[in-house]
């Protein structure tokens, strides 16, 4: 097995991989149970590079494209859960969004990488998920809306940010 050198967590050339492992034999009830509530289910993260990473929290995310019987839901892996210094490659936060409505799965990468050529955005790529050995797919990996991504393009993290509420459960 030869390394491959890539240009970061949202190289557009390279698929990253994902292995997340529950301890918790219900770890799909206590996801579903934590939609909408920011909290996470503790997990294990292991990647294509060799990182392992203990104590990770993850959670479904979304609304539009969140069903509790659906084997591939979005993702929020929060990799600095239970320990503050845990990183991917620079990053404290992946989402993983399922791509709902989009067959090719490469909308979202696409769309960030052009306009990040003329705007601030998101950095983005794709990536192949297993949870505990299972194969859920390919992913769009998306880069998390918060204070580092704010830094890229400005001078300072501080002042406002707006984000829209999510909808309540049914509404």
């Known amino acids: ?4 050198r890539t240009s970061g967590l949202f190289d557009d050339t390279f698929m ?6 529950f301890q918790q034999p219900d770890w799909s009830k206590l996801l579903v149970q934590a939609h ?5 289910v503790v997990c294990r993260l292991e990647s294509d590079n060799g990182l392992v ?3 990770v929290g993850a959670r479904y995310k979304g609304y539009s494209s969140f069903a509790p019987d659906r084997d591939k839901n979005s993702l929020n ?5 239970i320990h503050p210094s845990h990183r991917f490659l620079g990053y404290e936060t992946l989402n993983l969004n399922n791509g709902w409505g989009d067959p090719t799965l490469l909308r979202e990468a696409v769309y960030f990488g052009v306009f990040r050529r003329y705007a601030p955005a998101p950095r983005a790529g794709i990536a192949r998920l297993f949870i505990n050995g299972q194969n859920r797919g390919v992913y769009s990996l998306a880069q998390q809306g918060d204070s580092d991504l704010i830094r890229e393009w400005f001078p300072s993290a501080s002042g406002d940010r707006w984000r829209t509420p999510n909808k309540t459960q049914g509404a």
Do not use: K, M, P, Q
Request: aromatic letters at 8%; glycine letters at 8%; zero cysteines.
């Open 1 to 4: 097995l030869r390394a491959v």
């Open 16 to 21: 990253r991989t994902f292995h997340l492992r």
């Open 36 to 40: 909408g509530t920011d909290s996470n």
């Open 53 to 55: 990473l203990e104590g």
């Open 77 to 81: 892996i929060t990799l600095d859960f």
